[in-house]
């Protein structure tokens, strides 16, 4: 996070000095912008045109979640790396939180209809647990001591864990 500055910033773009800062005032302004570009770029990636239909089942549902765990870790990898640096500031800035909270959001309630579509009997619980599957296998590739598993490993830990919530 100390990295992020309004000069770093002018530089990595090829920006005149002082450019980020007349659009970014602060460093809050600065990491909201981050955290809204972080977010368009996977909503891009991770939502765009994700399928929906009814009636879906468990193995597509379980293609999705290992396709979208794959991208993450690899060629969004650092997006997604960025974006545990900006859940851990948002942390300790409460303004930066509620931002945070509303990009979470935009990426929860699509798997809510997902699961809904796949069966679940609780929806709401399931895309919880189905979000706390992700992160913590995203978690333990990224930042935890794991290695970074092929998308048949994800396909394989992903229909292991919907088998356990979904019919």
Do not use: C
């Not at 994700?50 to 870790?73: M, S, Y």
């Not at 619980?125 to 935890?144: K, N, S, T």
């Amino acid at each position: 996070m100390r990295g992020l500055t309004h000069r770093a910033v002018d530089e990595a773009a090829g920006l005149a000095p002082g450019s980020t800062s007349n659009v970014a005032r602060t460093r809050l302004a600065l990491l909201e912008l981050a955290l809204t570009r972080l977010t368009e770029l996977d909503d891009a990636a991770l939502l765009a045109d994700l399928p929906v239909p009814p009636g879906l089942g468990r193995d597509e549902l379980t293609e999705i979640v290992a396709r979208a765990l794959h991208v993450q870790l690899t060629s969004a990898r650092r997006r997604a790396l960025a974006r545990y640096e900006l859940a851990l500031e948002a942390n300790r800035r409460p303004e930066l939180r509620e931002i945070y909270d509303r990009a979470g959001r935009r990426f929860r309630e699509p798997l809510v209809a997902l699961v809904t579509a796949a069966g679940s009997p609780d929806p709401a619980a399931h895309a919880r647990r189905l979000v706390a599957f992700h992160e913590g296998v995203l978690f333990d590739a990224l930042a935890g001591a794991g290695s970074v598993p092929s998308l048949a490993d994800l396909r394989e830990a992903t229909a292991d864990f919907l088998k356990g919530i979904l019919p």
